[in-house]
């Protein structure tokens, strides 16, 4: 028997929101092992994996290789999405970046990106900025989970094109806790987002405390008065897990 790909509790969250059948394009694939987790587990038919890096790239072909899994899996050395093809591809999965560049791949692949049907996205900074964009970009976030994993707290996403939904309209409070935490994480009180609140709410206190003394002042000013509202905003968003 081949031997069979462990993940890590992040890595495996990433495929378990992909759907079962689904060709995937893994952007950012690095060393391979999603792209072989995902065969090997039944959950994709068929993978292109794909890095902008040539070293990464080389072993992830070599981990494939041993595995004898050339059929399912096809590697492409490749800028974010530039080298899949329109229609290759139901879901593309991309992780381990900031929401920037992640944003950039997106955007630059946005013809392409027409015909998939779902993106797996792990963005690990601007979350803000990015969930917005997606959203001024015409998707809904469907899911979301989040793992905390060797000291970092890692938002996991699901956005499908197209999406549609009638609500009411949003206080400006309401759409900024959505952009930060995450509408469907906020909704479901999730706890590692809880976690996540907790912690951030203490590091902005040590902060503020911090700047009182700073010698800068017009620069600690500024950082005080986002310091001040980034506070206010986790409040309010930890009053989602003590209200019925």
Sequence with gaps: MREQVELSARMRALTEMVTPGNRVCD????????????VQQGISPRVLAMDVRKGPLSRARKHISQRGLETYIETRLSDGVAAMEA??????????MG??????????GREKLE?????????????????????????????EDMVYEDGKYYPIMKAVPRFERQEATLTADDQALRDCFGELLLAHRH???????LA??????????????ATDRERAALRYRELVEERRLISLALKRYYTD
Excluded: N
């Excluded at 950012?28 to 072989?36: A, F, K, Q």
């Design 27 to 38: 952007v950012g694939c690095d060393h391979g092992w999603v792209s072989i987790y995902l």
């Design 87 to 96: 229609g290759e591809a139901d879901t593309v999965l991309c992780a381990g």
């Design 99 to 108: 929401g920037r560049l992640m944003q950039r791949i997106l955007e630059e």
């Design 200 to 213: 951030a709410e203490q590091s902005c206190g040590q902060i503020l405390g911090q700047l009182e003394g």
């Design 115 to 143: 015909s998939v049907g779902e993106l797996i996205l792990q963005p690990q900074s601007e979350l803000r900025a990015f969930r917005a964009y997606l959203r001024g970009s015409g998707y809904g976030i469907t899911a």
């Design 191 to 197: 706890p590692v987002l809880k976690q996540y609140l």
